[in-house]
């Protein structure tokens, strides 16, 4: 655009405001595109999860001379891998794979790591189809428990010692009882030791 405008600050019959105006559309559209592409995140079930590219425009066209068949956006880094938090009483082993939806449309991810707090999926189908905001749905299916102990969760207290719970007996009165917890299933807490099936705990 400066050569632009010199060119026509040395010769009066030169007219480049319409190729100006066109190079300032196309750089203005570049830059727009960028930020909407860092500013988008993906999602993944219930779980915070980002994508993390980041884009660069075309220097060539920030500068006025595109060259046709260059790329505009480019992805300069990124791993296109989807972050979860990990979630609880569930096991993730490196290599397994599992089926996103997201209308209906299957996409399949495999599990690339698993951190303390967090599971890493890779994308095994093609994504491209996909934009950053685009939401997707994974349910994990986990088996039946049969022949447990359950209370609901806002029975199950914790203190310096570890969990317990309020029993009731006959009459009425509570006493407290320490309990062993394993899984959480929805609202309620399995109970592994410390109480019988058919005892009463307060809520």
């Known amino acids: 655009m400066e050569h632009y405008v010199n060119l026509m600050s040395c010769d009066a019959s030169l007219d480049y405001n319409e190729d100006i105006a066109n190079l300032k559309r196309d750089i203005e559209v570049a830059e727009l595109y960028v930020e909407e592409a860092e500013e988008k995140a993906v999602t993944l079930s219930d779980y915070s999860q980002r994508i993390r590219n980041h884009y660069s425009h075309d220097t060539y066209l920030q500068k006025g001379g595109f060259v046709p068949g260059n790329n505009l956006i480019t992805e300069v880094c990124g791993t296109g891998n989807y972050e979860a938090d990990l979630p609880e009483g569930y096991e993730f082993n490196l290599g397994d794979t599992y089926t996103a939806t997201l209308d209906a449309l299957p996409y399949e991810l495999k599990v690339a790591g698993v951190e303390e707090n967090k599971i890493i999926f890779s994308p095994v189908s093609d994504m491209t189809s996909l934009s950053e905001a685009d939401v997707l749905s994974l349910v994990i299916t986990k088996p039946t428990l049969e022949n447990v102990i359950y209370v609901k969760a806002s029975a199950v207290k914790e203190g310096e010692e570890g969990h317990f719970v309020y029993l009731l007996d006959d009459s009425g009165y509570r006493e407290a009882v ?26």
């Open 178 to 203: 320490p309990v062993t917890v394993g899984e959480k299933v929805g609202n309620h807490w399995v109970v592994t030791s410390g109480l019988s099936g058919g005892e009463k705990v307060t809520l």
